[in-house]
Nanobody, 128 residues
Framework: QVQLEESGGGSVQAGGSLRLSCTVAEPTFTTYAMAWFRQFPGKEREFVGGINWNGTNASYGDSLSDRFIISRDHADNTVALEMNSLKPEDTAVYFC?????????????????????WGQGTQVTVFS
């Protein structure tokens, strides 16, 4: 298990932007695949964006790639999710996750089962 700490959630008007950040308090951060998921009330967590260990491979959930950008910074041990043109339907709790799976580290992964460590979640609310 790795400790992940998210920040940057909050409330924003539709069309606005938010930047979420997740800090991993271990030097092994550089070896993990990282991802962001979100969860709507009463629903399973869904994949938002993921990035492999060196940032060369990023992927996004359906219809999110034109608005969301995931990135990582090894100097700060952080992974960020830049969210633009936000919509009320983006309102959810957003979770950061880490994976040490060999395949995920190289290519990234989207299934929750590959991720062994999770942050506590941060609320994002988009109002119209």
């Amino acid at each position: 298990q790795v400790q992940l700490e998210e920040s940057g959630g909050g409330s924003v008007q539709a069309g606005g932007s938010l930047r979420l950040s997740c800090t991993v308090a271990e030097p092994t951060f550089t070896t993990y695949a990282m991802a962001w998921f979100r969860q709507f009330p009463g629903k399973e967590r869904e994949f938002v964006g993921g990035i492999n260990w060196n940032g060369t491979n990023a992927s996004y959930g359906d219809s999110l790639s034109d608005r969301f950008i995931i990135s990582r910074d090894h100097a700060d041990n952080t992974v960020a999710l830049e969210m633009n043109s936000l919509k009320p339907e983006d309102t959810a709790v957003y979770f950061c996750a880490a994976s040490s799976d060999y395949y995920c580290r190289r290519f990234g992964c989207q299934a929750t089962t590959f991720f062994h460590s999770w942050g506590q979640g941060t609320q994002v609310t988009v109002f119209s």
